[in-house]
T-cell receptor, first 112, second 111 residues
Framework: DADVTQTPRNRITKTGKRIMLECSQT?????MYWYRQDPGLGLRLIYY???????NKGEISDGYSVSRQAQAKFSLSLESAIPNQTALYFC???????????FGPGTRLLVL | RKEVEQDPGPFNVPEGATVAFNCTYS??????FFWYRQDCRKEPKLLMS???SGNEDGRFTAQLNRASQYISLLIRDSKLSDSATYLC????????????FGTGTRLLVSP
């Protein structure tokens, strides 16, 4: 079984809809991250969390919110989706003692 | 100037060739450097960390040049399975684990 899972893997939605992307991990890591990847722009950090009570904005947090329901779960919400949020979204985890980040398989989101 | 810059490629090489990628970074205070590999439509995976003294893992060698602020990745005896995008990743050392990802260099190895 994968250590970092994301659901859904693919999603098509319409402008203005609320959508939630979920991430779960079994690695026991305390740190979790949400990134988006766009062609030619690389991975950009949306939000990160160092533990359940710690949530921080990344470089492109506008239009997004997150919830850290438990150490193993970190959800990303788009309150009102817009077409330029069409992207590949990755969740990642890391241990506070190491820098290596482990990524989930990604969620491909299309906003029409 | 971008924080991390890479040549997007693609680099087209035949099997068995040696190929090298460079990556430049803007923050001279950066302390940690990595190469990740990303296959098409898949998640990035750590290929190797880059240490000050350089490091080697089989056919892969990573080097760091702090004076010129670049890191490199050398792949010897290229295999078809090496075809992927290679992401240069830098920890900007801003007080937390902020990794900045380059846009990637695409490698295509042909028979």
């Amino acid at each position: 079984d994968a250590d970092v899972t994301q659901t859904p893997r693919n999603r098509i939605t319409k402008t203005g809809k609320r959508i939630m992307l979920e991430c779960s991990q079994t690695k026991g890591h305390d740190r979790m991250y949400w990134y988006r990847q766009d062609p030619g722009l690389g991975l950009r950090l949306i939000y990160y969390s160092f533990d359940v009570k710690d949530i921080n904005k990344g470089e492109i947090s506008d239009g997004y919110s997150v919830s850290r329901q438990a150490q193993a779960k970190f959800s990303l919400s788009l309150e009102s989706a817009i077409p330029n949020q069409t992207a590949l979204y990755f969740c990642a985890t890391s241990d506070s003692a190491q820098e290596t980040q482990y990524f989930g398989p990604g969620t491909r989101l299309l906003v029409l | 100037r971008k924080e991390v810059e890479q040549d997007p490629g693609p680099f087209n090489v035949p099997e068995g060739a040696t190929v090298a990628f460079n990556c430049t970074y803007s923050n001279s205070a950066s302390q940690s450097f990595f190469w990740y590999r990303q296959d098409c439509r898949k998640e990035p995976k750590l290929l190797m960390s880059v240490y000050s003294s350089g490091n080697e893992d089989g056919r892969f060698t990573a080097q760091l040049n702090r004076a010129s602020q670049y890191i490199s990745l050398l792949i010897r005896d290229s295999k078809l399975s090496d075809s992927a995008t290679y992401l240069c990743v830098v920890n900007m050392n801003t007080g937390f684990q902020k990794l900045v990802f380059g846009t990637g260099t695409r490698l295509l190895v042909s028979p």
